[in-house]
């Protein structure tokens, strides 16, 4: 259980020799959802074996290219591997003639059938929800349309306290009623409460996607406590003039979003390629919020009630 | 002097963890000529360490996204570096739409201006002239329109043989002339010919390039006599019948044009990512023609009349 989050690329504007531009993979309730996907996604998706059978929703923040240009690519490689299962795509409202256009041109049609829900930006919205999870958007602050997307798990039914039950006697028939929630009567009558016989399930848990926006107080209201909230984090505290020109954030200002909302942990990025030591963003974004992580390409976030573990996910021999 | 090709991407269909799709850097007479552009050439671009302001000439063969959806990021990518020199884009009619609507979708305006020049699938067409070279695109047969591109360079002057001039005692006021091609005559009225003065120039080189295509006769006509002819080579003879139903090229094909162009030599590319060894397409060819290069993503190709030079341009620490 938790949610896995593989960061596949942090950098903004445009990739680099060795840094890829906003794409990140969820995994959430055995489901995966790529959020963004900059040029090169595919690639990176690749280099961490993800099987690209597993995406089934797609969700894009805003249309600028460091975003969304590895799109139209990696639902042309779905084609060709001759994927049928549908595709959901979530974003603003010219992407669907943005993909279709190159589409069309290339005399193609997908083999599997795609589905376009627009995005709206000056509201929330519950894009999709299931007995599992719901995901919703909620409105950012940027120099185009741009959405945060909320990944929440929904609470999970109580399992069997076994050894419980089995010192009740209670027969496996029984078992079904009492994972509903039911208190169990015996036959003499007496009522054992279901908190006596069940577990608590884990927790559900958040993520939080806020990217691309300048510092605004309405983004902790949208996340409220939620257990991970990535926040961009273009610049550090030098260029706070250029965050607000260009209507990006600092690391401290992530930091001070990831306050107000409460939420447990924040990870920043979308980082300028003007700095090339990506730890002065998490030490000045320290100052104002503790459990900070400055997302690394290529790692993934292992999200658990209790805490976060970071591997990576690299390959060995890596890319000649 | 001679050509440099750079291979960025020589893959077909999709990128791999560790492989691009087709695009090639041309240097010629001091001009950068980039030819195709599949996703992630801009990264090839840094590896190679090119310098992206002297790329002024984009020639896009066909909109299959193998070979053109690393364009707009490229083109974002001139942007943000604050590029204002114009840019020329060769290529099918429906490539201008298919950029703008995405620069119009971010809000942008590129900070240079974008000139599109559309090419003709059934015709051969001269895209450009000057005194240094003629560029010409080519009809291919593909699924789609497709044309290939033949860049050839034209004769310089004649240059001046300095020890010969002293010899006759040519006062350097005359050298214009006799540059020019004339006869010098001297104060006794003794006239030497210009062939005497002067040494011929380095012969013209030519390249063409030619992908993606199913074999056909009409290809050798069209680059008769070329230095260097990239043809593509999807399959192996293996997969023969499966390069006729997709309009593509075995590498015996493709050796077959060039022996039939009387080409000088023969680069192939564009692999089917079934194949691992790429030697098996080089000595396939090689039954049929026996200069063939199979082509290797991020090497330098240094064209000359004497024959070809091949280096690696892989940064030493490769990407993370």
Avoid at 43 to 58: D, E, G, P, V, Y
Avoid at 105 to 118: I, L, P
Avoid at 136 to 142: E, M, V
């Amino acid at each position: 259980m938790g949610l896995d989050l593989i960061i596949l690329g942090a950098a903004s504007a445009t990739p680099t020799s060795n840094q890829y531009t906003t794409a990140q993979l969820l995994k959430m309730r055995e489901h995966y959802f790529l959020i963004d996907c900059g040029e090169g996604t595919q690639k990176q998706l690749r280099r961490a074996k993800t099987k690209f059978s597993r995406i089934n929703h797609i969700f894009i923040s805003h249309l600028h290219g460091d975003h969304f240009f590895g799109l139209v690519g990696l639902l042309s490689t779905f084609h060709l591997l001759g994927r049928t299962a549908p595709l959901t795509i979530y974003g603003p409202p010219k992407l669907k003639e943005i993909v279709l256009t190159q589409f069309r041109a290339a005399g193609t049609f997908t083999s599997y059938s795609m589905h376009f829900v627009v995005t709206q930006h000056k509201v929330p919205q519950v894009l999709v929800e299931t007995d599992a999870y719901t995901i919703s958007s909620f409105p950012l602050k940027h120099r185009i349309a741009t959405t945060g997307f909320l990944f929440k798990e929904k609470a999970l039914k109580r399992t069997l306290n076994k050894p419980a039950a089995d010192a009740y006697g209670i027969p496996v028939c029984d078992y079904h009623w009492i994972k509903e929630g039911k208190n169990w009567i015996s036959d003499e009558g007496k009522e054992i409460p279901n908190g006596a016989l069940t577990l608590d399930p884990p927790q559900p848990l958040s993520y939080a996607f806020a990217s691309d926006t300048m510092y605004t107080q309405d983004t902790a209201g949208y996340v409220e406590g939620v257990d991970v909230l990535y926040h961009e984090s273009t610049f550090c505290e030098d260029k706070k003039a250029r965050a607000k020109q260009t209507m990006h954030s600092t690391a401290v200002q992530a930091a001070t979003v990831a306050k107000e909302a409460r939420a447990k942990h924040l990870l920043i990025g979308h980082y300028s390629a003007r700095y090339t030591d990506k730890t002065r963003f998490e030490e000045e974004a320290k100052a104002v919020f503790s459990k900070v992580y400055a997302a690394r390409e290529l790692y993934q976030y292992s999200i658990k009630q209790s805490g976060i573990k970071v591997k990576s996910l690299a390959p060995k021999k890596d890319e000649k």
